[in-house]
C-alpha cells in the first residue's frame, strides 16, 4: 500500500504529449509502490467484482464543450496560464483516492470519509494521459453525454508515468467489460 508521502514531479507549462486513450489502451493493474491499490489479482483484467484504487492530487476542472486531445492539451496549458487549473500539486492537500467500479468512478478523500465526486460509468467519455516537458504526468477524465454541450475534464497529476498507464487501462478495461455486459444483456431480450 502507497504511502501519501510518495513523490511528485513539478508541473509544466508546454505540453509535451504522449497521449494513451482510454477506452484504446488502459491499466494493467498490478501492485506497485507509485499510488496504486488493487482488489483484483496479479494478472487478472478489471472485472465486475473488481474496486481499484489510486491516490492522485487533484489539479482543476475545465467546463465547457467536448474537445479532442489536442485541443484539451491547448485549454489545459491556458486554463494554467490564467490561474483556473493548478501548475501542480500539493501532494499533502491535494491528495485524493480516485476510486473504480462497475459503476464507475468516485473521488474520495485520501481517509476515506467523504466523497467529493461521483460519475457514472456511462458518462465518462475517455481518459487520457499526457507527460509536460518538466514530466508531470497529467491524467484527465472526460465527463459528458455524446452530443451536449457541458462536458467536464477533470485534471490530475499522476504520481509517475506507469501509475498513470496503469490508471487509463483499467478505466479502458471497466468500460470494455460493462460495454459488453450491457450489450449482450441487451441482445438476450
Same mark, same amino acid.
Given at each position: ?44 483484467? *478489471? ?57 464507475? *468512478? ?44 457541458? *462536458? ?38
Amino acid at each position: 500500500m502507497p504511502s501519501d508521502e510518495d513523490g511528485v514531479m513539478g508541473a509544466g507549462d508546454d505540453a509535451f504529449w504522449m497521449a494513451e486513450r482510454s477506452r484504446t489502451s488502459w491499466a494493467d493493474p498490478k501492485s506497485d509502490a507509485g499510488g496504486h491499490i488493487s482488489s483484483s489479482d496479479i494478472r487478472n483484467k *478489471f472485472t465486475m467484482q473488481s474496486t481499484e484504487e489510486y491516490v492522485v492530487q487533484y489539479l482543476g476542472t475545465i467546463s465547457g464543450v467536448q474537445r479532442t486531445e489536442q485541443e484539451l492539451v491547448a485549454c489545459i496549458d491556458q486554463a494554467k496560464r490564467s490561474g483556473n487549473v493548478a501548475w501542480n500539486a500539493s501532494l499533502s492537500h491535494d491528495s485524493l483516492r480516485l476510486v473504480l467500479t462497475k459503476y464507475g *468512478f468516485k473521488v474520495m478523500d485520501v481517509s476515506r470519509k467523504e466523497v467529493l465526486l461521483r460519475v457514472p460509468m456511462h458518462k465518462i467519455g475517455w481518459v487520457i494521459h499526457y507527460t509536460e516537458n518538466t514530466g508531470q504526468q497529467v491524467l484527465v477524465i472526460e465527463s459528458g453525454v455524446a452530443g451536449g454541450e457541458n *462536458f467536464k475534464y477533470y485534471l490530475y497529476q499522476a504520481q509517475s508515468d506507469s501509475q498513470a498507464s496503469k490508471i487509463c487501462e483499467t478505466f479502458n478495461d471497466a468500460f470494455q467489460l460493462v460495454h459488453t455486459k450491457s450489450s449482450l444483456e441487451s441482445s438476450r431480450t
